[in-house]
């Protein structure tokens, strides 16, 4: 075994493989409080849940079915949801995601961009009920429609960047 | 085309039993994550101590970047400004003649105020800020309006303490960590203040709605006397808020109260003053002569 470097057209390190697709979707969480962004209204979209939803559609056996418990909890550290909102919904959606990958065989561009939109949608109209219990039902579906239309309109987008950073992920040295 | 997912364990006892368990985890975890969250919203103090640990991690980011770029300030004003300009001109001429004609009518009164003060002798409240800060960034992915404000202990900020821009309130201080706190904005859902109307004292609640306009509703339901242009201020009552800092105006009329547009606009705002709470304490520390007559002006009209 050569120990002074890598080899031409070994894989990459395990190191890689198992830690870029968590990065990215911390990263992504944690990226809105890095902006210098004042918001009114729900204006992003929920950045790491698109890219932990992105990754599950991609590889759905990658990362074992409990992976929303951790990542689920550093995002809501960063959202402003109560803490243990998205521990919750993100495990019940990649449940939902291995479901659907059993249920259909194979999937393809419009079922994954279906269950990505469909998965944010439900989540998060759910963790604005959460948030704001004693509020008019409504009214704070109302405030969190146009960020789920913005965001099922940017899965596709989504898809595309977890392809690039799966590639980069997956590159041979 | 996704590929097919093995989720056949096959015969192996030892691969069927982790995948059995790893849904027992997930399932578990996950009730047991919305019970936190359920918790955490009966009891939001509890859980504040980690979310502004991680805000310590975010916000050396948050000030770089602020620093770099500036603020980018309502993305979202902007474009609900183009969709509606006509409308929104039109609007905003009415209001500009609207307060030109209150603005004579105000400083008429500033006057006689002043006279009035001067016989009574009354000082004016000190109501020095704690601390000057100013907004690094603002949780954007989710309902709940919380901004990031730069100072935190090292200054003395503590929960509970208002803040405000030089427009009008901001919001107020929900958790505070060494080096930057958390303020729950004047637009958030479950943010009330209690306010009165600045012409002629009339009691109001201020609801956020979360998308950055207000709820006014009046405390007494029989009728409805709001009209666009009308300055709503803090009212001091339930004694967080110092009396008399500008809120919002009244942008139009609802069926149970008025639409109102906080008068400070958290994105475009500079500095912020973080301010004592009007508590008893305080009240009795600001040199004036009894609470009763520090609180006179925001009860009468």
Known sequence: MNQKGPRLGEPPSLWRIRLVPVASVMIASALPLMLPLIANSPVLPPLGLLFFLCWQLLRTEMWPVWVGLPLGLWDDLFSGAPIGTAVGLWTLASIAIHYASQRIYWRGFYHDWAIAALLVAAVQALAALITHPHADTGRVLGLVVPQIILSALLVPLFLRLTGQIDNFRLRRR | ?301
Not at chain 2, 151 to 158: C, E, F, T, V
Not at chain 2, 265 to 270: E, L, Q
């Open chain 2, 1 to 301: 085309m996704a590929r097919p997912a093995h989720r056949r364990p096959g015969q192996s006892r030892k691969a069927q039993y982790s995948l059995f368990a790893a849904y027992v985890v997930a399932v578990t975890g996950a009730v047991a994550g919305l019970l936190l969250a359920i918790l955490s919203v009966a009891d939001p103090v509890g859980f504040a101590q980690l979310r502004v640990a991680s805000h310590e991690i975010t916000a050396p980011i948050a000030r770089v970047t602020r620093s770099v770029t500036g603020s980018i300030s309502g993305i979202d004003d902007a474009v609900s400004a183009y969709v509606s300009a006509g409308s929104q001109n039109r609007r905003l001429r009415k209001e500009l003649a609207e307060t030109r004609r209150q603005l004579v009518a105000t400083s008429a009164m500033q006057e006689e105020n002043r006279q009035l003060k001067a016989l009574l002798q009354l000082q004016q409240t000190n109501r020095d800020a704690i601390a000057n800060g100013y907004l690094l960034t603002s949780t954007s992915t989710s309902s709940k309006r919380l901004a990031l404000l730069s100072i935190g202990r090292n200054l003395g900020i503590a929960p509970g303490q208002p803040v405000r821009g030089a427009d009008g309130l901001i919001g107020r201080v929900l958790s505070a960590g060494p080096s930057v706190s958390q303020v729950l904005l004047l637009a958030d859902v479950d943010n009330v203040v209690p306010v009165r109307r600045a012409r002629d004292g009339l009691p109001a609640l201020s609801t956020g709605k979360g998308n950055g306009d207000l709820d006014i509703r009046t405390l007494n339901i029989a009728n409805n006397p709001f009209k666009p242009g009308d300055i709503l201020v803090t009212s001091g009552t339930g004694g967080l808020y110092p009396p008399n800092i500008p809120v919002a105006i009244v942008v139009r009329r609802q069926d149970d109260g008025a639409l109102a547009r906080p008068l400070a606009d958290p994105g475009k705002v500079d500095a912020v003053s973080v301010l004592r709470p009007y508590t008893p304490d305080n009240i009795e520390a600001a040199p004036t002569p009894a609470p009763p007559a520090a609180s006179a002006p925001a009860g009468t009209p």
